[in-house]
């Protein structure tokens, strides 16, 4: 158990639905990532938050949006869904904001299944 | 444009030999490879890491070796167990711009009884 958790762990949803996907970090963890793994694709690095604020922005559509709450826990809002944004989605935590030695640890994932 | 680049999706092997999963990486500014163990249905799992000032880390079983020169890793596995039968997938990140992982697609191994 990495310590991070990710709710739900499936959904399943209509195109041009908006969801909503849920992570908290590892007790005292400050950054968290949110990462698409697509089935012909590796993980893909979508947003990263750091007490709260965005950090690093990778390959996010404009339709999805995040946020990380005071409590550091964090959001992923996927909004006009596609057939092809069904993927998992994986949330990761780590300590600091960045530096040399920064270890990720991963929650289970939620599976999304747009129909 | 794959930075990072597992070229093999599979591997079978023997248990009690060796496993070796290879990655390899074009992005010099690359400072921190780590690789992590996946099984279905879960998250990816932190199995070893090392930075660029390496060129071996050691943990049990688990041994990454780092080739900054040829832009290469690997991970070995010694002696290689049914258990660790899972998709591994090797990842960098480049800590002077920020700490956001790069994935490979990741190798299947399969250890055989």
């Known amino acids: 158990d990495s310590g991070v958790t990710q709710t739900p762990k499936h959904l399943i949803t209509a195109t041009g639905q908006r969801v909503t996907l849920r992570c908290s970090p590892r007790s005292g963890d400050l950054s968290v990532y949110w990462y698409q793994q697509s089935l012909d694709q590796g993980l893909q690095f979508l947003i990263q938050?750091?007490?709260?604020?965005?950090?690093a922005k990778g390959n996010i559509l404009e339709r999805f949006s995040a946020q990380q709450f005071p409590d550091l826990h964090s959001e992923l809002n996927l909004s006009s869904l596609e057939l092809g944004d069904s993927a998992l989605y994986f949330c990761?935590?780590?300590?600091?904001?960045?530096?040399?030695?920064?270890?990720?640890?991963f929650g289970p994932g939620t599976r999304l299944l747009v129909l | 444009d794959q930075q990072v680049k597992q070229n093999s999706p599979s591997l079978s092997v023997q248990e009690g030999r060796i496993s070796i999963l290879n990655c390899d990486y074009t992005n010099s500014m690359f400072d921190y490879f780590l690789w992590y163990k996946k099984y279905p249905a879960e998250g990816p799992t932190f199995l070893i890491s090392i930075s660029s000032i390496k060129d071996k880390n050691e943990d049990g079983r688990f041994t990454v070796f780092l080739n900054k020169s040829a832009k290469h890793l690997s991970l070995h596995i010694v002696p290689s167990q049914p258990g660790d039968s899972a998709v591994y997938f090797c990842a960098a990140s480049d800590s002077g711009a920020n700490s956001k992982l790069t994935f490979g697609k990741g190798i299947t191994l399969s250890v055989r009884p």
């Open positions: 938050y750091y007490n709260g604020e965005e950090r």
């Open positions: 990761a935590s780590s300590g600091g904001l960045a530096g040399v030695g920064e270890t990720q640890y």
